[in-house]
């Protein structure tokens, strides 16, 4: 007898009760959701999901779009910069290289609101306050010592001999990072952009502040502003948080493959 | 034996020489503006000069609506000492990260041992409890608030087992906190599964055979030859969790914001956001986000310390 299946099925079944209700309730009309919360949508309504794509406001759509953009660029700019700056640092043997270090890991437990409100009057000085360019600068100075501290990890992987060789036959650094260096850290930008990426697309304060209430939003603050006029109409909340999801959940099994390959893919050579 | 010998050599020249550089002030200058400048200007004016004004600003009565802004030196933090919504709200704090921590990690080293089997059941069910990590804490807080909100679902489904008045989850004041406390934890408890996996799998079935051929039962295997070598996951797991405790905002802002009654399930983090942007008393705000700070800096570095020295030891 082995009752480790049953129990370990049992605590994923309770434990996953609520993402399935949120699962069945979005194809269900509001008074069934009220009526029989728990019960299977049959027959299913795709209502709750229409209303969310054809809101007159826009909320999901026009964040829908901000959301990719701002998580789409802040992600690829933190990718390239802190690529470059962690093998910079990782290669240097300057002292002031370990300082840089120093401060940059000193940034990674600083909590968002600690910062927040400076963070605006930064963005005022260079009349960025509610763009969503100012959005992706914050993230990217945010979240670049994370980046770095992974690929600084990862360049020391890689021999000095490639880079050597390739100087001598002639490339410039700037050729030698792109097409030596950088090809060769791609498990690293994976877990960076898979990381980012979620953190970036899930982020909630910062948007909801550097945003603010007049221009578009994202997707994640639009979830929020969403509760506040459907109130109880469970459904359409639900639908709305499962197609704000959707996307990023998409992109992180895409990824989540790519990654485990590229940290096995390593194993093998010996 | 010749080749390794020299390969040592090598390996040994090189480190004692470092490599050549096409040297110079000026190419060095263009190699840092190229490669390390971009990120450093982001992290300098996002991260560090903000840090720098915050802890300014606490020495200062800064109010935009209220000028003129003056020099007061420490009088917000000794303001601080008396204010008793910052000592409420440190109070929540400090119990939402305790429940988290503790709840999360129990929760987490059981489960991580029920499912540390390779076949594809426990695979699945390592994915189910990863999922809410990757879910944004704003959409964990609606999930949860429907479900716990006074007509929510669970008392829909307490009511219909015949319970007349189930508890106001999320509306009575004593009970709140708890509420926010039991939905960061569920949110956390992916997380440490799969770091608590990780850490079994790196246990030697050696060690296990060994000690049960020596005669110890299961509970005296776990507690002398697995559970010491967990003792890195538990490192993670229990700074990250104090961490996400102390910063613990999102669900306090989407759920109750900061309700019901008095501040009841205020947090310091959500203290800081709404004195400086509800109140605007950024120069308040701004010392108590640095206590904040010095908090989680404390958290960060001493506890971190404290658990790798017990790493060592064990």
């Known amino acids: ?270 | 034996m010749t080749q390794t010998m020299h390969r040592e050599t090598r390996v040994k020249a090189r480190a004692a020489r470092p490599p050549r550089r096409r040297g110079g002030f000026l190419p060095a200058l263009g190699r840092f503006s190229l490669f390390a400048l971009p990120g450093l200007l982001a992290y300098t004016l996002f991260v560090l000069v903000p840090i720098g004004m915050t802890g300014y600003n606490s020495l200062t009565n800064l109010n935009p609506f209220n000028p003129p802004t003056q020099f007061v030196g420490l009088r917000n933090y000794v303001n601080l000492l008396s204010d008793a919504e910052f000592h409420q709200a440190l109070l929540n704090t400090v119990i939402i990260t305790a429940i988290i921590t503790v709840l999360a990690n129990v929760g987490g080293l059981l489960i991580a041992m029920l499912l540390d089997r390779p076949t594809k059941l426990y695979v699945l069910l390592r994915g189910v409890f990863f999922t809410p990590v990757v879910l944004s804490s704003v959409v964990i807080s609606v999930i949860w608030q429907a479900i716990l909100t006074d007509d929510g679902l669970l008392n829909s489904a307490l009511r219909g087992l015949g319970i007349d008045e189930p508890p106001g989850w999320l509306s009575d004041p004593d009970l709140a906190i708890y509420s926010i406390a039991w939905i960061m934890a569920w949110q956390m408890l992916g997380f440490c599964v799969v770091v608590y996996l990780a850490g079994l799998q790196g246990v030697p079935r050696e060690l296990n055979e060994a000690a049960s051929i020596d005669g110890a039962g299961p509970l005296q295997r776990f507690r002398n030859v697995t559970w010491p070598m967990l003792a890195p996951a538990l490192t993670i797991n229990v700074v990250m969790l104090l961490i996400t405790g102390f910063k613990a905002y999102d669900q306090v802002r989407v759920i109750t914001n900061g309700g019901p009654g008095n501040g009841t399930t205020v947090t310091m983090a959500f203290q800081v956001v709404q004195t400086a942007f509800v109140s605007n008393r950024i120069g308040y705000s701004s010392a108590l986000a640095a206590v904040m700070l010095a908090i989680v800096a404390f958290i960060s570095v001493v506890v971190l310390r404290f658990l790798q020295k017990r790493e060592v030891s064990q």
């Open chain 1, 1 to 270: 007898m082995n009752a480790r299946p049953i129990v370990a099925t049992f605590v994923g079944v309770v434990f996953f009760l609520p993402l399935y209700l949120v699962l069945v309730n979005i194809f269900k009309p509001s008074a069934a959701v009220v009526a029989d919360p728990a019960g299977l949508p049959f027959p299913p309504t795709f209502d709750n999901l229409a209303a969310v794509l054809n809101r007159p406001d826009h909320l999901f759509t026009f964040g829908l779009i901000n959301s990719i953009a701002v998580t789409a660029l802040s992600v690829t700019v933190l990718t390239v910069f802190s690529a470059m700056l962690g093998h910079y640092l990782a290669r240097s043997r300057h002292w002031a290289a370990k300082v840089v270090m120093g401060t940059l890991l000193c940034g990674l437990m600083i909590p968002v609101p600690v910062i927040m409100a400076p963070i605006t009057t930064v963005l005022k000085w260079f009349d960025l306050m509610t763009t969503l360019q100012g959005l992706v600068l914050v993230n990217v100075g945010y979240y670049v010592p994370f980046g770095v501290l992974l690929f600084m990890g990862f360049v020391r992987g890689v021999p000095l001999e490639l880079e050597e060789a390739a100087a001598l036959d002639g490339a410039n650094r700037f050729r030698v990072f792109w097409q030596v260096v950088f090809p060769l850290l791609r498990p690293a930008s994976a877990s960076v952009m898979i990381f980012l990426g979620v953190w970036i697309w899930n982020d909630f304060l910062t948007p909801l502040i550097v945003l603010g209430p007049d221009s578009g939003t994202t997707v994640t603050v639009g979830v929020y502003r969403a509760i506040g006029q459907y109130q109880s109409d469970f459904g359409s909340v639900f639908a709305f948080m499962f197609l704000a999801t959707l996307p990023i959940l998409v992109f992180y099994l895409a990824l989540q493959k790519n990654f485990v390959k590229g940290l096995t893919g390593g194993a093998v050579k010996g």
